[in-house]
């Protein structure tokens, strides 16, 4: 199990520890590091800054929006900073939600997730491939625009740049059974929000027919501590947000996650008082035991032991989210 570093997106500004943290992941073997966005920093930017700084790591969008860009607009970032980082790009895509996509990019949700989602890693793979102009017939993305207020004019054009490699790892975050099911099918790997090493069974139908060399890269939060309950009050608030905040009262795929993963009553519960603007006491409405088993907090012999739990099973890369160094050479001594 490859270990990666998870920076996550930025919150009023550029966190100054984040490249120090990338560069020390680096020297200590960690194979990736990660950046997100959301409605604020964006993806593609400060993964930039870290490639320039960095010789090895890879790079990746964990993850960068659909939404946000047209597929070939997303395939020219992946593309020109592969180039720029000698091949180390990661490139790890989502769909988000209605509350974002309608909100903040200011377009429909696709009434057909799945289908949306096919078609942009379709049109992605044929820029990457460039085996000739990218065209498609697709519902969500056809190329060339073909709508009612097309002027009749565009013809499918082939990326003047040659992309430095066809086969660009292409990620993919996924919730629901279906949508994983569909992201074994057509992507690289899958990138799951929550994942337990004690409820692999949640998955393992939509997982059934993944290839050889599907990866498997989920993110845990990891903090060495002596107090547990105290250590993971982060990722309660962070649960709390994701769970109660990140979608809509009656759309939001996160809290039906934590509810196929064996707590429904406790998302139900979270919602309720976060939609109530009682946001302290949706965090402390987060079982302690659902924090704790799809994080890693505590002594260096606990976090070993449970870190067992997870090279057991079929993750591939473990994507650290760890606010210090000390966090990462202790993963990176118990993992070798």
């Known amino acids: 199990m490859r270990l990666g570093l998870a920076l996550g997106y930025w919150g009023r500004g550029p966190d100054p520890r984040h490249l120090d943290l990338a560069r020390a992941a ?16 964006d993806a593609f930017t400060a993964l930039t800054w870290i490639a320039a700084h960095t010789s090895r790591i890879k790079l ?51 009434k057909s997730p799945l289908t949306a989602t096919r078609e942009y890693v379709a049109v992605v793979r044929q820029v990457l491939r460039r085996q000739g102009p990218v065209a498609s017939e697709g519902r969500f993305h056809p190329h060339p625009y073909r709508g009612p207020d097309a002027t009749g004019l565009g013809k499918p054009l082939k990326p003047i740049t040659h992309p430095l490699r066809a086969d660009l790892p292409v990620l ?52 060495v501590c002596d107090d547990v309950a105290e250590g993971l009050l982060p990722v309660k608030a962070m649960l709390g947000f994701y769970i109660g905040g990140m979608g809509h009262a009656r759309r939001n795929f996160h809290a039906d996650l934590m509810a196929r993963m064996g707590y429904p009553e406790a998302a139900r519960r979270i919602r309720e008082l976060f939609l ?47 606010p210090d160094p000390t966090t990462l050479r202790v993963l990176a001594e118990l993992n070798s």
Do not use: C, K
Not at 79 to 98: A, E, I, Q
Not at 177 to 196: C, F, H, K, M, V
Not at 290 to 297: C, N, P, R
């Open 26 to 41: 680096e020297r200590l073997g960690y194979d990736s590091v990660w950046t997100a966005e959301s409605w604020g920093s």
């Open 60 to 110: 990746g969008t964990g993850i960068a929006q659909m939404a946000a860009r047209a597929p070939t607009a997303t395939a020219m970032h992946a593309l020109t900073l592969d180039h720029l980082s000698g091949g180390r790009v990661l490139l790890g895509l989502g769909l988000s939600g209605p509350q974002v996509v309608e909100g903040w990019y200011g377009h429909p949700f696709p």
């Open 172 to 223: 993919l975050g996924a919730e629901g059974p279906r949508n994983i099911a569909q992201t074994a099918e057509i992507a690289d790997g899958w990138l799951p929000l929550y994942w337990s090493p004690t409820r692999t069974e949640v998955y393992r139908p939509s997982l059934e027919h993944a290839p050889d060399g599907f990866l498997i890269a989920p993110m845990v939060r990891a903090l």
């Open 276 to 322: 109530q603007g009682r946001r302290e006491e949706a965090v402390r409405a987060v079982p302690d035991a659902f924090a704790d088993e799809i994080s890693l907090v505590g002594p260096p012999e606990r976090i070993a032991e449970r870190l067992e739990l997870w090279r057991a099973g079929p993750v591939t890369d473990l994507l650290v989210t760890a």
